[in-house]
């Protein structure tokens, strides 16, 4: 966990940086295989809590929390904690501090006008969410929900330039069709469903919320590309936007409700741990998620899907018939394919060709092989799972 005190040096020297001056070649590798591990851990972990609690949260009986309120609580969280890690930072010199933000915040008032539209859209989506969990089994909208890697990917094709691989394509083709039979099977009944819940909504909400969450992400790599903000200085001005946007939110969708209640109507322990989750989980994945790599990442996002499904049937008598045994997996298998590197992509497309053709012609000998075309376009095969923004900005 040194990062999260490193202010960016650890993340910009890569994962070896960790132990690599100290340790021996062995025990640098050794723990570069925990960290991948522990790493995994968190993101599994994370991905499948965050949906599970928010489910458990808005299906309890009892009065129903304001979603607006939790929002505004996860981003005032978030931010007093990116703020202390700041102070921490400055060694707890409080003038150091107050001279830094002056400088990166109100000096710098372009970069951080920047991150209003990404932290608008950010506010949006984790409102979404609540919407679209409270509308749909956790389960399903885990499922679903990776429909985000599609939006993803097609905003970096159409606003970075970036190009897929034929196997991305068909992974991404993959992956919508597995959705799709996972909401034909949700249409269908997919077991017992609560009166107050309404499936199209909740569609419609995580739709919404997979096209803000690519479209966020793309725009916020595309106007911080080269900027010299630390993650944690970034996670404090879209805090502070996110709070500000919030509570406009909350206002003009539940402002009588919530003066007339409270602003903490309706909180209970699960509750709270739904706010806590969604401040601090964020993070933690912001710090570990540098040791992972794509594969990894792919692996997790399998693991969540399982995890949720599992976790759906015991919590909340979920029903798994055939048709979403059949959408969860080609969406896992999607999940998969995407995740690979360039030349394993390349090597199981070569392998699946060669099975399939008949050898017609060999290279005679003497002669020299015909020469090959490059394969290097730049393009998003080596980086299938554009981390969250807030992870690739570097140093401080």
């Not at 960790?18 to 991905?47: D, F």
Request: hydrophobic letters at 50%.
């Amino acid at each position: 966990m040194a990062a999260v005190g490193s202010g960016g040096s650890t993340a910009a020297a890569g994962p070896g940086a960790v132990s690599a001056g100290t340790l021996e070649p062995g025990t640098a590798s050794a723990a570069h295989r925990r960290l991948k591990y522990i790493s995994l851990a968190v993101l599994v972990v994370q991905n499948a809590s965050l949906i599970l609690s928010i489910r458990y949260a808005r299906t309890l009986p009892g009065d129903r929390f304001f979603a607006t309120t939790a929002v505004v609580m996860a981003e005032v969280l978030k931010g007093l904690t990116c703020l202390l890690l700041l102070f921490a930072q400055k060694r707890g010199n409080v003038k150091h501090l107050v001279l830094f933000l002056h400088e990166a915040v109100l000096v710098q008032y372009v970069d951080t006008l920047k991150l209003a539209v990404p932290s608008l859209i950010y506010t949006l989506q984790n409102n979404l969410q609540y919407v679209a969990i409270s509308n749909l089994p956790a389960a399903t909208f885990q499922v679903t929900y990776q429909l985000k890697i599609l939006t993803t990917a097609l905003f970096s094709v159409f606003m970075l330039n970036r190009s897929l691989s034929r196997l991305q394509w068909a992974s991404l083709l993959l992956l919508f069709t597995g959705v799709a039979i996972v909401q034909a099977q949700q249409a269908g009944g997919g077991g017992p469903r609560p009166l107050d819940q309404n499936p199209g909504a909740g569609l419609a909400a995580v739709v919404a919320s997979c096209l803000s969450s690519g479209f966020a992400g793309v725009y916020f790599e595309k106007i911080l590309k080269g900027s010299s903000g630390s993650v944690w200085l970034r996670n404090l001005q879209l805090g502070l936007f996110g709070t500000a946007l919030g509570l406009v939110g909350l206002w003009w969708a539940e402002g009588t409700a919530v003066a007339r209640r409270g602003f903490f109507f309706g909180y209970t322990p699960a509750v709270w741990g739904v706010v806590l989750n969604q401040a601090f989980g964020g993070l933690l994945v912001a710090v570990v998620v540098k040791y992972a790599d794509n594969i990894l990442k792919g692996f997790a996002t399998s693991l969540s899907i399982v995890l949720s499904t599992v976790a759906s049937v015991r919590l909340f008598g979920f029903h798994v018939d055939l048709l979403f045994t059949l959408g969860a997996g080609l969406v896992i298998g999607a999940v998969y394919l995407y995740s690979l590197p360039r030349g394993a992509a390349k090597a199981l497309a070569s392998a699946s060709a060669s099975a399939s053709a008949p050898c017609t012609h060999q290279q005679p000998p003497g002669q020299p092989p015909p020469p090959q075309l490059s394969s290097h376009r730049g393009d998003l095969s080596t980086e299938p799972f554009p981390p969250k923004l807030l992870t690739k900005v570097k140093g401080s």
